[in-house]
């Protein structure tokens, strides 16, 4: 149930101020220490937005899909790493649960996922792993009431602090995704380890790691579903993590859009304010149009997303289109800024760096043209 107007643009509101007057200052220093300061950490908690997509019931704030893509475009105007920080409660990590767990589970789980107690993640690629999701060999053995797993996964976001894993594991010897099973496997279980952090191209301060599982005894009343939906629940979480994506892509376009206009309209060169430029205003159009459109698009996907509608095409189209789009807009902000936008001083290149990303994860480019094509010949048109 979507919030009434008021109440969700007071949120909107304290978002935006949060991005502008507090984000916003420390993406330097973030940057730098590659780590979200605590006291931020705590002030996130403390709005709920651990909590975003959960429902009120549990303790979150139960927005639609239209309201937490509006969220998650204000997010977009600072370093992704902060939006990240609790990201994966807000999307990959706590929606298989959401969407399979039993009253049990939710129960247990997530209202200490709304409040921020802790942390989840998400985990299914592996080494070998990526694109071809179905094909995972981490192994899950049942033996009496628990099941023992094996394996590692790999580029696991906020494995370094997370708390409780949705893990994707081989129950069966049916190929491809048909055996594959979903579980909920806490931290603190024996066998379970996580590798340090990778050192990575941008999003500084937002990590990623390697999972262990070393016979993990995991009781198989934290498995998800039943056996052998697993990949069929990893697709789901996708297609809902796809339009948040999505969204974040689109805000981080609006500010380095906002933020060329700026520097535009005051760097002089020729006698006049670059602006004033006809090539400099065809990039500035350029942007703002694929900005608009993708904005369109992920807006009016959400929409049909809470009203029922199957939108696994225009989810991925949405992220298609959109992690696309903000990796020319942060192309051309380079180029407006000049020799500015290649040092750090202004932070494009920061966020250049940091979009690159949103062209691989949660289902790369070349992914998502498969996924629309094949939903696009199955509908006819």
Excluded at 206 to 213: G, I, R, S, T
Excluded at 276 to 300: F, P
Excluded at 320 to 331: I, L
Excluded at 362 to 369: D, L, N
């Amino acid at each position: 149930m979507a919030l009434d107007p008021e109440t969700f643009d007071a949120l909107i509101d304290m978002v935006r101020r949060f991005v502008t007057e507090r984000l916003r200052p420390l993406e330097g220093d973030v940057e730098a220490a590659d780590a979200i300061p605590d006291d931020v950490v705590r002030e996130m908690r403390e709005m709920g937005l651990f909590g975003l997509s959960i429902a009120e019931e549990y303790g979150g704030l139960g927005l639609t899909m239209a309201e937490e893509c509006r969220v998650a475009i204000e997010l977009g105007r600072t370093t992704p790493a902060f939006r990240s920080t609790f990201g994966t409660n807000v999307g990959i990590g706590s929606q298989g649960l959401v969407m399979a767990g039993s009253d049990a589970q939710k129960a247990e789980w997530l209202p200490r996922i709304a409040s921020g107690e802790i942390v989840t993640s998400f985990a299914l690629t592996e080494p070998d792993v990526g694109s071809d999701s179905g094909a995972v060999k981490t192994r899950a053995v049942k033996d009496g009431d628990t099941y023992r797993l094996s394996g590692t996964k790999r580029y696991i976001t906020n494995a370094d602090k997370a708390d409780l894993f949705t893990v994707m594991a081989r129950t069966g010897d049916e190929p491809g995704g048909r055996g594959v099973s979903a579980f909920l496997v806490p931290r603190d279980l024996p066998g379970v380890s996580v590798g340090e952090p990778e050192k990575k191209m941008g999003q500084k301060g937002a990590k990623v790691a390697d999972l262990n599982l070393d016979d993990v005894p995991v009781p198989a009343a934290n498995r998800l579903g039943e056996e052998g939906q697993g990949f069929k629940i990893a697709m789901q979480v996708l297609d809902r993590g796809r339009l948040h994506i999505s969204a974040v892509c689109v805000g981080v376009a609006e500010r380095l859009i906002a933020d060329c206009v700026a520097y535009a309209s005051e760097r002089k060169q020729f006698g006049k304010p670059i602006a004033e430029h006809q090539l400099i205003q065809a990039m500035i159009a350029d942007s703002k149009t694929e900005a608009l459109a993708a904005r369109a698009l992920v807006l009016e996907t959400a929409g049909r997303k809470d009203a029922g509608d199957n939108v696994v095409m225009e989810s991925a189209a949405a992220k298609y289109f959109a992690s696309e789009m903000v990796g020319r807009v942060a192309d051309r902000a380079v180029q407006i800024f000049g020799g500015a936008g290649y040092i750090s001083d202004y932070g494009i290149e920061r966020l250049y760096r940091d979009v690159r990303l949103f062209r691989i994860y949660e289902g790369t480019s070349q992914i998502q043209q498969l996924i629309i094509a094949r939903e696009t010949l199955k509908r006819g048109g």
